[in-house]
């Protein structure tokens, strides 16, 4: 896929709106980290070492599209791009703020249809990332599973025969996978029962995190929930647990969105209209107003209290009224006050249309 696609549209996998209990899980994520016994790790690597490890992954890579495992796979340079292309793709949750802030002896490959990505010299030589829509972690385990063994034919994984794949990070030893879930919940929130529920997570070995993930906050009512162990138990075992977790999270969000209609729903019906209002007359809006607003739209058109908007374009929207994405569609960078100005009038034509 050319960069400049990549980077200046919304669509991407995960905002199809298309898989199970999409309308709670906003996506499903698969992640691998793995190294390469011949090298250092990267925050000992030299740059000289990095670009030949890159030089090595691209062999890796050539392997997947000649087996056809996913859409074709394309290798990107990151310091060849802008950096606020960078940020556009951190927006996107295709790679992390980690390997978008320093681009020196780093790349990324990314599918065709951005199902797969593959960070290179992040913490780990490789994190090699799958992302499905709505609840549906088995299948991004799969797709992960055979990208990450096409990639071990031609690449010496570093691994030890009784701790198992080796890691910059203890807490990655092991499988080397960390498996998360997105999940939107407004209906918790607004019945204070979120706390609890969090804190109940942590004593099942799962951990709560922000809109992206570890060290930031929740936006627009957006979570992420992810196993913490990675050594002692089987992939399968991992995202067994994971899932069932999780479903008994939606059952909760369910419950508590059943409550709302039936004990508070014309104070319901008056937010999300109130949201819908806002949002299609706005003239300036914020980037942290916008989430609150769509994620109280999007739970109205779930519980079919608003007709007519699609669930897709309200994920689409949370990608492209972010601050980076709305710079990418400008060709410039923009004052706060401007973005703001931008951000609204996206929102109000892509509802209108």
């Known amino acids: 896929m050319p960069w ?42 030299n740059e000289r070492q990095a670009r030949e490890l890159i030089r090595q992954v691209e062999a890796g890579i050539r392997e997947i599209n000649l087996m056809g495992i996913c859409p074709p796979v394309e290798l990107y340079r990151l310091a060849d ?45 490789l994190r090699i990332q799958v992302l499905a829509p709505g609840l549906d972690l088995y299948s991004a385990w799969e797709l992960g599973s055979k990208v990450d ?14 701790r198992g794949y080796l890691t910059a990070c203890p807490t990655n030893v092991g499988t080397g996978l960390r498996a998360s879930v997105m999940v939107h919940l407004p209906a918790l929130v607004m019945t204070n029962q979120a706390g609890r ?18 060290g930031t906050e929740p936006i627009g009512n ?12 089987s992939e399968e075992e991992i995202l067994d647990h994971l899932q069932s977790v999780v479903q008994q999270v939606i059952g909760h969000e369910r419950r508590a969105r059943e409550h709302l209609a039936r004990q ?13 209002g806002i ?29 007519g908007v699609a669930a897709r374009t309200l994920n ?13 569609l400008a060709g410039r960078e923009l004052s706060p006050f401007e973005r703001d100005l931008r951000r609204a009038a996206l929102i109000r034509e892509r509802l209108a249309a």
């Open 279 to 307: 949002l299609t007359g706005a003239r300036i809006l914020s980037s942290e107003e916008a989430m609150r607003l769509l994620s109280d739209v999007r739970l109205g058109v779930e519980m079919g209290i608003l007709k």
């Open 81 to 125: 791009t802008p950096y606020l292309d960078r940020q556009v793709l951190v927006e996107k949750h295709l790679i992390s703020r980690e390997l978008a802030q320093d681009a020196r002896g780093r790349a990324v490959a990314i599918s065709e249809d951005e199902a797969v990505s593959i960070m290179i010299n992040e913490e780990d030589h």
């Open 222 to 233: 957006i979570y992420q929930i992810s196993n913490q162990i990675t050594l002692g138990r």
């Open 316 to 328: 689409e929207l949370m990608i492209a009224c972010r601050p980076a994405f709305l710079q990418k």
């Open 149 to 162: 063994d096409a990639l071990e034919a031609k690449l010496p994984y570093a691994f030890h025969k009784t």
């Open 4 to 45: 400049n696609r990549l980077v200046s549209q919304p669509q991407t996998r995960w905002t199809a709106a298309t898989g199970p209990d999409s309308d709670v899980v906003l996506s499903s994520r698969v992640r691998l980290a793995r190294n390469l016994e011949d090298f250092p790790f990267p925050h000992r690597m």
């Open 197 to 214: 529920l969090f804190n109940t997570l942590g004593q099942f070995g799962l951990a709560i995190r922000g809109y992206f993930g570890e």
């Open 264 to 276: 508070m729903k014309a104070q319901l019906e008056d937010r999300v209209g109130r949201a819908y």
